[in-house]
Each structure stands twice: as C-alpha cells, then as structure tokens.
C-alpha cells in the first residue's frame, strides 16, 4: 500500500504562491504517476497536475503556465508550485498515486490540504 501526506496549504493573497508537498511512503514501485487533485466547495474534483514515473507532466488548462508539478525521488516527495494564485484556485488539493494510465478504485489518495485564496 501507498500513504501520501500532503501539506504546504493556507491562505495567500491573489497573486501570491503556494507550493505544496506529498510526502510518498510504502510501496512506492507500485506507481505509473503521481496526480494532484483538486476540488472547490459544491464542484466537482478536478484534475489539475500529474506527473509519470518517467517524468511527464500534464496540466488542467486553467492552471498551465502558473503552477508546476516537480517530483523528489530522493525524498520521495512530489511537489506543486503554485504562482498567480486567483481566487478560483479557492479548494481542498489531494495528492493520488495512480497505479496506471487511468485512475481506478486502487489509487491511494491524501488527507488533502485547504488552500484559499483571498485578500
């Protein structure tokens, strides 16, 4: 099994950064990619970042060019570098590990971090 541990959330002014954390232990092999979700109050979960094992990133149109998706595998941690936060970034961001190409039932998920965006 996979636990991930995310963390690095809080309030920040529009325009400001963020950059979160998802701290992977367990088994780790197990992993085809590295997702970070996100999902605002009565919204649908949304997609925002993922990250393979061989290091190909893909991102949500609303967010391409502000936020980046970085992987430590030395520290077994993926990170998301937030910069230009609006306030539409308001949400609960949850880290996944995605067993394949395509999520399932199987993927191991985090506790989720708040990051609000506000003045």
């Known amino acids: 099994q996979v636990q991930l541990v995310e963390s690095g959330g809080g309030l920040v002014q529009p325009g400001g950064s963020l950059r979160l954390s998802c701290a992977v232990s367990?088994?780790?092999?197990?992993?085809?990619?590295m997702v970070w979700y996100r999902q605002a109050p009565g919204s649908q979960r949304e997609l925002v970042a993922r990250i393979t094992t061989g290091s190909s990133t893909n991102y949500a149109d609303s967010v391409k060019g502000r936020f980046t998706i970085a992987r430590d595998n030395a520290k077994n941690t993926v990170y998301l570098q937030m910069n230009s936060l609006k306030p539409e970034d308001t949400a609960v961001y949850y880290c996944?590990?995605?067993?394949?190409?395509?999520?399932?039932?199987?993927?191991?998920w985090g506790q989720g971090t708040l990051v609000t965006v506000s003045s």
């Open positions: 996944s590990a995605q067993r394949g190409p395509l999520p399932s039932a199987l993927d191991a």
């Open positions: 367990g088994s780790i092999f197990s992993i085809y990619a």
